[in-house]
Nanobody
Framework: QVQLVESGGGLVQAGGSLRLSCAAS????????MGWYRQAPGKQRELVAAITSVGSTNYADSVKGRFTISRDNAKNTVYLQMNSLNPEDPAVYYC??????????WGQGTQVTVSS
């Protein structure tokens, strides 16, 4: 089994920054992609950003230029640097990992709140 533990959420003023971290542990052989998703109340969960094992990235249009995803393969950890946070960004942010030998895992989620 694999566990994903997220940290770094919280309350920030509009225009501010937060950095999310997600560490994978357990029976890990090799991880393909890791990513961040978010779900706001009454909305579907959506992809925010993803990164492959070789560093290729993909971003939602709404966060391009503001958010940066990065990854430390040696630590099985993925990060999301969020800058210029705005009132459309508050949500529960979930970490996801997709594994070479199969399996797709989710973290428990971390709340991001933006005050105006």
């Amino acid at each position: 089994q694999v566990q994903l533990v997220e940290s770094g959420g919280g309350l920030v003023q509009a225009g501010g920054s937060l950095r999310l971290s997600c560490a994978a542990s357990g029976r890990i052989f090799s991880i393909n992609a890791m990513g961040w998703y978010r779900q706001a109340p009454g909305k579907q969960r959506e992809l925010v950003a993803a990164i492959t094992s070789v560093g290729s990235t993909n971003y939602a249009d709404s966060v391009k230029g503001r958010f940066t995803i990065s990854r430390d393969n040696a630590k099985n950890t993925v990060y999301l640097q969020m800058n210029s946070l705005n009132p459309e960004d508050p949500a529960v942010y979930y970490c996801n990992s997709d594994h070479v030998k199969g399996g797709n895992y989710w973290g428990q989620g971390t709340q991001v709140t933006v005050s105006s």
